[in-house]
């Protein structure tokens, strides 16, 4: 049974920026009132292609708190560089992709590589947050630094469809990353006049954003930049691009616990809001310089 399509919306109207170096758009929350329906994802960044000159001065997002959630970026564009408190550090370019689990506190930062910077070009990428079920809130951080030569693939017959399942699993392919709730990620190429048929499990909130290109979703038209949001009916997907794209396709199961969220901190209770703040005023998330 097809998955029906509940709504597809346009890119919102104007990018904003995170830091000096990344210019984004939100999808949610701030852009559409939708995250109950994208459960467990909390929050989409999409920096659609742009161009950042050269600079000596390297842009990006300085020193920043986290906790009680997941932040995974993937670059598309350009190369995006990491430094944490807990003494991790990468560098990420087209294809590749961190996945960092702030669990019980963490600092970062987040920049564009200096090679990068320096020459200047396009730059694209996409950042989504992920909540942390109750019972692991509290969890040690971690960094996965993901290689694109890591990551799972599915080629068609064809070999006119690639799939990276980053997370989940897709024909009985896992994916790479580690979650702690049942997830799916895949990054989606498809050439001109080629279809893609999948299934994903019907109680999961499922999610599409067309990076590039125009499709047949399940029947209805979606644009580059379109994000297709699914109804919690149906398994299948149906997918036939009318020319060359790339999408990201996302699915959760629910994570039906309160949220109570301020900035850079997700918990369940604000008391729990009330504490994040001061374990970072007392430094228990640890010194990044």
Same mark, same amino acid.
């Given at each position: 049974?097809?998955?029906?399509?509940?709504?597809?919306?346009?890119?919102?109207?104007?990018?904003?920026?995170?830091?000096?170096?990344?210019?984004?758009?939100?999808?949610?929350?701030?852009?559409?009132?939708?995250?109950?329906?994208?459960?467990?994802?909390?929050?989409?960044?999409?920096?659609?292609?742009?161009?950042?000159?050269?600079?000596?001065?390297?842009?990006?997002?300085?020193?920043?708190?986290?906790?009680?959630?997941?932040?995974?970026?993937?670059?598309?564009?350009?190369?995006?560089?990491?430094?944490?408190?807990?003494?991790?550090?990468?560098?990420?370019?087209?294809?590749?992709?961190?996945?960092?689990?702030?669990?019980?506190?963490?600092?970062?930062?987040?920049?564009?590589?200096?090679?990068?910077?320096?020459?200047?070009?396009?730059?694209?990428?996409?950042?989504?947050?992920?909540?942390?079920?109750?019972?692991?809130?509290?969890?040690?951080?971690?960094?996965?630094?993901?290689?694109?030569?890591?990551?799972?693939?599915?080629?068609?017959?064809?070999?006119?469809?690639?799939?990276?399942?980053?997370?989940?699993?897709?024909?009985?392919?896992?994916?790479?990353?580690?979650?702690?709730?049942?997830?799916?990620?895949?990054?989606?190429?498809?050439?001109?006049?080629?279809?893609?048929?999948?299934?994903?499990?019907?109680?999961?909130?499922?999610?599409?954003?067309?990076?590039?290109?125009?499709? &047949?979703?399940?029947?209805? %038209?979606? #644009?580059?930049?379109? !994000?297709?949001?699914? *109804?919690?009916?149906? $398994?299948? =997907? &149906?997918?036939?691009?009318? %020319?060359? #794209?790339?999408?990201? !396709?996302?699915?959760? *199961?629910?994570?039906? $616990?309160? =949220?109570?969220?301020?900035?850079?901190?997700?918990?369940?209770?604000?008391?729990?809001?009330?504490?994040?703040?001061?374990?970072?005023?007392?430094?228990?998330?640890?010194?990044?310089?």
């Amino acid at each position: 049974m097809l998955k029906k399509i509940s709504q597809i919306f346009s890119r919102p109207a104007q990018p904003g920026m995170v830091g000096d170096g990344f210019r984004v758009f939100n999808y949610y929350p701030s852009g559409y009132a939708i995250r109950n329906y994208v459960n467990p994802f909390l929050m989409l960044d999409f920096g659609a292609s742009h161009y950042f000159s050269p600079s000596e001065k390297v842009r990006g997002v300085d020193v920043h708190p986290h906790r009680g959630f997941e932040t995974v970026t993937i670059a598309l564009k350009g190369a995006v560089a990491h430094h944490d408190s807990a003494g991790n550090s990468g560098i990420i370019y087209p294809g590749d992709v961190q996945w960092m689990t702030a669990g019980s506190g963490i600092l970062h930062k987040e920049y564009h590589e200096e090679n990068f910077s320096r020459q200047g070009g396009d730059f694209e990428m996409i950042q989504l947050w992920v909540n942390l079920p109750k019972t692991h809130k509290m969890t040690t951080p971690k960094y996965q630094e993901i290689c694109n030569k890591n990551i799972p693939k599915f080629i068609s017959e064809k070999n006119d469809v690639k799939v990276e399942i980053i997370a989940g699993n897709f024909n009985e392919t896992p994916g790479i990353a580690n979650t702690f709730t049942p997830i799916n990620l895949f990054l989606i190429d498809l050439m001109a006049d080629s279809s893609l048929k999948f299934n994903v499990p019907s109680n999961h909130n499922s999610s599409m954003l067309v990076i590039s290109g125009d499709l &047949n979703v399940n029947d209805n %038209k979606a #644009s580059m930049h379109n !994000f297709v949001l699914f *109804e919690n009916n149906g $398994e299948e =997907i &149906n997918l036939f691009a009318e %020319k060359q #794209s790339k999408v990201l !396709f996302l699915s959760g *199961e629910p994570i039906n $616990e309160p =949220i109570a969220q301020y900035g850079p901190f997700v918990m369940n209770t604000q008391q729990e809001i009330l504490q994040a703040f001061d374990d970072y005023n007392n430094g228990k998330f640890g010194v990044l310089n």
